[in-house]
């Protein structure tokens, strides 16, 4: 495969870089790309963002449409979150169903909303276990440089943001801003060789051994986690991880 | 963790410290393994982890199909997670699911960490983990199962992936999640890690937990681990080691 010589190639140079301090970019160790967030990108949909970490853009929308709750959750709203990691965005996704490494997007996001109680999901509820808001948060990678995992939280969480629960065309009464009531946000870093690299690229990322996402609230508490790759983390590091994730993430945070 | 409140004011931990099941906070349920119990796989094995039971199964090193997921370097490990459907107490819809598909994809990056891919390539080596009863712990019980029946198919590895959860229930860190602790709890950390070589290769974390929490958490999954890696290692020395008095007793091998 032409791809892995490639790879070991730019994994050379980069980790050369690297033992001199420095990223093929430029950027400081502990330093994210550049972020722009624009809100209500999409007017067809009921909230919806788009974002730029560096060349990686996301476009995500949220829908909401009336349906039944689940059974052990009656009077809760439902969350579903879907990843479109599609070849428009790079030639490294394929057409098909969602992929194992679109199914991971998808759920370390979801992960980041649900346990961060990013939404009150109970003011979701229209009518106990007969009507609910279900809420669709669908995350379309358009150009993608490496970390969705970051760039599709932050796109939901600002979609989310500017949602508006569409009651009047449902006849379910007025209409009202989605309930946001935490905004927890998702902080990747990835390891090369002793290296760890906060918001790596797509040339960072494929020569990466592992890779740890840590999403954090705005106490600084820990909400979720998803290490990835087949590398490892010592302890010490992944502890290392955690704070850079709550030292970023409330940077991140004041901007969305 | 939904940190649902239990029903009608159950507390998961009682004025005892105790937990619902008797447990103390950092204690496991008991965990039993065996190595190579089926006939057909090239390596296997059994565990029985409190009520979970789950089987795992190695074929391989064999060609890798589709072909074109060959890699000319190294072999390739494909992990694939089941849930049977009668394992939990509502039927479980039968297929890969994207829970399932997660879980996979998180058990072979670790499980690629300790195969020495690059002595095997353009094959695949396939590890089926099948959960056939369930309660709570089943990715760390099948990820603990399957480093046991790589090694039981004899497949050359760093070391053995030990694998286990630490979480929160009543603001208490505790160790091994129960199913109960597990529906009404406050956060939970699966854990993979290889003692020797003190690496971390798996790691996830769902709910609400301080940092000092999960610093605890994690101190006491990896101690676990340490335990269970044990365990691992009993199980493959009782099938491998010759039953006394075979070759006469004490018999040495030239």
């Given amino acids: 495969m032409a791809k892995s010589v490639m790879a070991d190639l730019k994994r050379d140079h980069i980790t050369k870089l690297l033992s001199k301090g420095m990223r093929i970019d430029g950027r400081k160790f502990d330093e994210p790309r550049p972020l722009t967030v624009e809100k209500d990108f999409v007017q067809s949909a009921e909230g919806s963002a788009r974002v730029h970490l560096g060349d990686t853009y996301v476009v995500v929308g949220v829908k909401l449409m009336v349906g039944q709750p689940f059974a052990d959750t009656p009077n809760k709203g439902v969350l579903t979150t879907n990843a479109e990691l599609k070849p428009l965005a790079s030639e490294a996704f394929e057409s098909g169903p969602p992929d194992q490494r679109s199914i991971e997007v998808a759920r370390v996001i979801d992960r980041g909303i649900r346990e961060g109680k990013a939404v009150d999901m109970e003011k979701l509820c229209i009518e106990p276990e007969k009507e609910v808001w279900i809420m669709f948060v669908d995350v379309h990678a358009i150009d993608y440089d490496g970390n969705l995992f970051d760039a599709g939280n932050i796109a939901a969480m600002a979609a989310l943001k500017s949602a508006v629960v569409p009651a009047k065309r449902a006849n379910k009464g007025e209409d009202y801003p989605l309930p946001v009531s935490h905004v927890p946000i998702s902080v990747t870093a990835v390891k090369i060789g002793e290296h760890i690299l906060v918001d790596p690229t797509y040339d960072e990322e494929i020569v990466a051994d592992a890779r740890l996402t840590v999403t954090t609230n705005e106490k600084g508490d820990l909400c979720a986690m998803q290490k990835g790759g087949s590398g490892s983390f010592r302890p010490e590091e992944v502890l290392r991880v955690v704070e850079l994730s709550r030292k970023i993430g409330a940077d991140i945070r004041s901007k969305i | ?254």
């Fill in chain 2, 1 to 254: 963790m939904g940190g649902t409140p239990l029903p009608d004011g159950i507390k998961l931990i009682d004025e005892n410290g105790k937990r619902l099941d008797g447990r103390r906070p950092d204690e496991l349920r008991p965990l039993k393994i065996e190595a190579g119990v089926l006939k057909r796989a090239n390596g296997s094995a059994y565990l029985e982890w409190g009520p979970n039971k789950v089987m795992a199964a190695v074929y391989g090193p064999r060609e890798c199909h589709p072909r074109h997921m060959q890699d000319p370097t190294k072999a390739l490990v494909q992990c694939h997670y089941n849930m049977a459907s009668f394992s939990v107490d509502d039927r479980k819809r039968p297929g890969p699911d994207r829970r399932s598909q997660e879980i996979s994809k998180i058990t072979s990056e670790a499980l690629t960490h300790v195969v020495f891919t690059e002595f095997f390539p353009k094959t695949s080596i396939d590890v089926y983990i099948e959960v056939l009863q369930a309660s709570a712990g089943t990715r760390c019980a099948g990820l603990t199962a399957a480093s046991v029946a790589l090694a039981d198919a004899g497949i050359p590895m760093r070391d053995l992936v030990a694998s286990c959860a630490a979480g929160k229930i009543d603001d208490t860190v505790v160790l091994d999640l129960g199913k109960e602790e597990d529906n009404f709890g406050q956060a939970d950390i699966p854990v993979g890690y290889i003692p020797r070589n003190d690496e971390i290769v798996l790691l996830q974390m769902d709910g609400d937990l301080t940092a000092d929490q999960f610093k605890t958490g994690l101190n006491m999954a990896i101690e676990a681990c340490k335990k269970i890696y044990e365990v691992q290692r009993d199980a493959l020395k009782r099938k491998y080691t010759l039953p006394a008095g075979r070759n006469g007793e004490g018999a040495e091998v030239n």
